[in-house]
């Protein structure tokens, strides 16, 4: 009897034992397990300060060291690593950045896209920026190929030269049933009409950038785009940039894009025209906001540090 009861006492005492050690491991499991959510809310938290303060111009305060986490910003290779060590485990990332410019979205704006209610249809997602690529009139006068000045003029097609720039510097102007392959119409006026118009702009190409189709400097106007026209290239304006449901592969970019219609960009099959763009100076002069390209995690686990 005292035999069985010593037997009964033993498998309970490793019963207990083993309840405790599961309770252990599990408790230990668990705080594993919340302290590597720690390490990774750090972490991604500190990759979306990074990101924001790159984006926001202060690239010089991104590499720090600051409570176990370590941030490395290269601007030349425009990688950027994020080290954590804490909480009991240590973990690295490296990203990969790209530049985002104006001319890489289907739509881009400063002040914002106004639908009205009328949907758009993009392969390139809109974005607004908070600046909009400056205009080099520069570049475009000197490689001008026919510049009209005056004030209430009409054009046709067989007063435009095709081929090269062509810039317009008067008020109220109209242009019907042009039919450029190979053009770039510039404004520096206001009160500009053009319809039943095809305008087609060089694409860039391996070796060359792309030049836009339509470019209006005037800040303090609007520049509407009539259904009747099929624009080929980038539209740029300064302004306020009205949009009916024309044939365009964009990009479309402006102060303010407003839509008058439904519109659906031809963009799918227009890649070489969202490419950096002439007339609008060096790419590498503008500090772009960046997006994340590729993303490689190249340390994940146990420390020392908690």
């Known amino acids: 009897m005292l035999i069985a009861v010593i037997a009964i006492f033993l498998v309970m005492s490793f019963t207990g034992v083993a309840v405790l050690d599961i ?49 490395t910003w290269d601007s030349l290779s425009q990688v950027l690593t994020v080290h954590v060590d804490t909480f009991g485990s240590e973990s690295e990332v490296s990203l990969h950045l790209d530049d985002d410019s104006h001319f890489e979205r289907g ?28 205009v080099d009139m520069t570049y475009f006068n000197e490689n001008a190929l026919q510049i009209e000045n005056g004030n209430e003029n ?26 450029l392959s190979a053009a770039t119409l510039v404004f520096t006026g206001k009160n500009i009409t053009i319809t039943n118009s095809s305008i087609t702009a060089n694409a860039g190409t391996e070796f060359s950038n792309a030049s836009p189709a339509i470019v209006f400097t005037n800040s303090w106007e609007s520049l509407t785009i009539e259904a009747s026209n099929t624009i080929n290239g980038a539209i740029f304006s300064a302004g ?3 949009l009916y ?13 407003n839509l008058m219609e439904d519109i659906t960009l031809n963009d799918e ?19 772009w906001p960046k997006e994340i390209d590729t993303w490689m995690t190249t340390l994940w686990e146990r420390s020392t540090n908690g």
């Open 23 to 71: 309770s252990y491991t599990s408790s230990t499991s668990a705080q594993g397990t919340v302290s590597n959510i720690k390490s990774q809310y750090i972490l991604e938290s500190s990759i979306n300060e990074s990101l924001w303060l790159i984006n926001a111009g202060a690239d010089s305060v991104v590499t720090r060291i600051e409570g176990g986490v370590t941030t």
């Open 240 to 242: 306020e940039l009205n």
């Open 154 to 179: 009409s054009f046709k097609n067989s007063d435009i030269a095709d081929g090269g720039i062509v810039i317009f510097t008067g008020n109220n102007l109209s242009l019907d049933s042009l039919n």
């Open 245 to 257: 449901g024309a044939s365009m592969t964009g990009p479309i970019i402006g102060e303010t894009v």
């Open 107 to 134: 739509i881009a704006s400063r002040s914002g896209l106004n639908t009205n209610g009328n949907a758009y249809g993009l392969n390139r997602q809109k974005r607004n920026f908070n600046f909009l690529p400056g």
């Open 269 to 287: 099959f227009a890649d070489n025209y969202y490419t950096w763009t002439n007339g609008f100076g060096d790419q590498l002069s503008y500090d």
